[in-house]
């Protein structure tokens, strides 16, 4: 007769001695933990998708170059320092402290970066604000981010999933509101319509600390986070997961390298007056993360891959990265058709590949192993971003 979770875990050394996952029993109320996992995951990346698709409101604050390469990179090398000090300190994490803090301080930057365009005038001096802000929006969304993974694994693998789900939802969600605050106002009148975007980004994210908030009164959640206040995150599940996290941080670097500078930078073939009103690159944003949203809500169809086999997909990560540049640059590639159908391959392969990478590393760990993994998982990411934004902002400034 196998043996029982619970009877296993008498037998985990230090230091998940305290740790008893089976403790969390979520059986009954399941259905509503993903829900709000979702809407967290949702909400906290929405504020990043916030930073990157008013790219018209940029051009028209910054005319002289495209700050969305900069913008990138603040926030990614922000976002990884964070998770690198997070994961170094080894402290099991102040679940509710972490998250209420971070999410209060991800809207005061959201209110921050449109009121700074009628309180200064020079373009350095927002650039100042606006790089300032971003890069304190990405510590506060990295810890959160980080910390509901940590939280995420002590559930059930669905509630990472949801949590995934919710995040490519959100670039989906702030691509159609940016259209939709762009619609709503004549073509000249940038500044109320992104005005009117950063007040729905506010609106979604105050939703996602609602729903913690929710999600932290069940009794599953506080029996999770009672368990691991005496947990400590250690290092040695590293030889077990390294490998699977590069592939994570690969993944990731092919996302970043092309999205939201390259993406943004491709212009319109055929019809150039989209270009001119600021339509075009809003399209190619709002194609890519329908494309992301959609590899990411495919995720339960795995087609037979599993941790060891989901290298083979890294072959069409990789090809599709130099299809976009080519797209951008005007080489082989100049037609509008083309170009949508290739950024909607790279989102889907960015939403589908890297997902179930995330998803696949909790498969090589212990189950009283999967909280230290959750924090891994979330710096990989981090420096996949990274490293991806640093190559495309070294490419076009250099």
């Known amino acids: 007769m196998p043996e029982s979770p619970r009877s296993r875990s008498k037998a985990i050394p230090p230091p998940y001695d305290t740790f008893i996952l089976d403790a969390v029993d979520v059986t009954g109320n399941q259905r509503r933990v993903n829900v709000l996992f979702s809407l967290i995951g949702f909400s906290y990346l929405f504020a990043l998708d916030a930073l990157f698709q008013p790219v018209d409101y940029w051009r028209l604050v910054f005319p002289t170059f495209n700050v969305e390469f900069e913008i990138s990179w603040v926030y990614n090398c922000a976002s990884a320092t964070t998770l690198f000090l997070l994961v170094l300190s080894g402290a099991v994490p102040k679940f509710v402290q972490r998250i209420v803090g971070c999410y209060v301080i991800i809207i005061v930057c959201l209110v921050s970066l449109p009121a700074s365009h009628f309180v200064l005038s020079s373009e350095t001096q927002n650039l100042v604000v606006v790089l300032g802000s971003t890069a304190l929006a990405s510590m506060a969304i990295s ?7 940590a939280l995420g694994s002590l559930f059930s693998p669905s509630a990472i999933e949801h949590l995934q789900l919710g995040m490519g939802f959100a670039l989906l969600t702030s691509a159609l509101y940016r259209v939709f605050s762009k619609a709503v106002f004549a073509i000249d009148m940038v ?16 939703m996602g600390l609602t729903a913690f908030i929710q999600l932290e009164r069940l009794s599953s959640t506080r029996e999770a986070i009672h368990h ?11 030889p077990k997961i390294w490998f699977h996290e590069c592939l994570v941080a690969l993944s990731y670097s092919c996302s970043s390298v092309v999205y939201p500078g390259v993406v943004s930078s491709i212009p319109s073939y055929n019809f150039t007056q989209l270009d001119a009103t600021g339509w075009w690159p809003l399209m190619l944003m709002l194609v890519y993360a329908i494309g992301e949203a959609c590899g990411r809500f495919c995720v339960r169809w795995r087609f037979g891959l599993t941790s060891q086999s989901i290298a083979k997909l890294f072959v069409v990560r990789l090809a599709l990265v130099p299809l976009v540049v080519s797209c951008a640059m005007g080489v082989l590639f100049t037609h509008d058709m083309i170009s949508l159908v290739i950024v909607l391959l790279s989102g889907l392969s960015s939403g589908y590949v890297g997902t179930l990478a995330i998803v696949l590393v909790t498969d090589c760990v212990d189950p009283d192993e999967r909280s230290a993994t959750g924090m891994f998982s979330s710096l990989s990411i981090n420096v996949g971003l990274l490293t991806g934004a640093t190559f495309a902002l070294a490419a076009v400034r250099l």
């Open 143 to 149: 810890t959160v981010d980080s910390t509901m993974f």
């Open 228 to 238: 691991s206040r005496r947990q400590v995150i250690s290092l040695s599940v590293w």
């Open 191 to 206: 500044i109320p319509a992104t005005t009117l975007y950063f007040g729905l980004a506010v609106a979604t994210v105050s």
